[in-house]
């Protein structure tokens, strides 16, 4: 079976809608500052987006592994359990960053906005989807996911600042 990722990097469109909206670059994986999870579980970098964020896979395994985001700014959350959800998440709500509410008339807005600037943004990540094989969840299913994620599971997940031994900042408050 090919790995979802082998699959991004073989799929032009599927990967520029991803590296576009999605603001997410295989070729981007490092974070650029030493980090480890509190835990003691493995965290290996695997992409990135422009603003010096770095996704990572947590713990031992494949693409199936949690998905911790850190920004540049050192805030942290877990985001996706599997890189199938992670880029379910990139197709459907490309601005999640932005959405901290997790509802969808936040992401109405947020979305109304990138329409403005990507008409064909709708057609373009159906098309991504199919290269992929990803069926795609609801705006509020995908949101409702994050915030799950975030809020349950992503509490084993604090990303440290290694050289001073500090926490990363949660990526979102309140629950």
Not at 80 to 93: D, I, M, Y
Not at 123 to 151: I, T
């Amino acid at each position: 079976m090919t790995s979802l990722i082998a699959s991004v990097r073989a799929h032009d469109e599927a990967a520029r809608f991803l590296a576009g909206p999605g603001d997410f670059e295989l070729d981007r994986a490092d974070h650029g500052e030493e980090v480890h999870l509190a835990s003691g579980a493995r965290l290996e970098g695997f992409a990135g987006d422009a603003a010096g964020g770095t996704y990572f896979f947590c713990g031992d395994g494949g693409e199936e592994r949690p998905v911790l985001y850190a920004d540049s700014e050192g805030r942290a959350a877990l985001v996706a359990v599997g890189l199938p959800e992670l880029l379910r998440l990139l197709l459907v709500v490309p601005w999640w960053h932005d959405c901290t509410a997790f509802t969808v008339e936040q992401s109405g807005r947020l979305a109304a906005e990138y329409l403005a600037d990507l008409p064909d943004l709708v057609a373009d990540r159906g098309r991504a989807a199919v290269a992929l094989g990803l069926d795609l969840p609801s705006e509020a299913e995908a949101l409702a996911r994050l915030r799950e994620v975030a809020f349950g599971a992503g509490q084993d997940f604090v990303l440290v600042f290694t050289p001073e031994g500090e926490p990363y900042e949660p990526l979102f408050t309140g629950a």
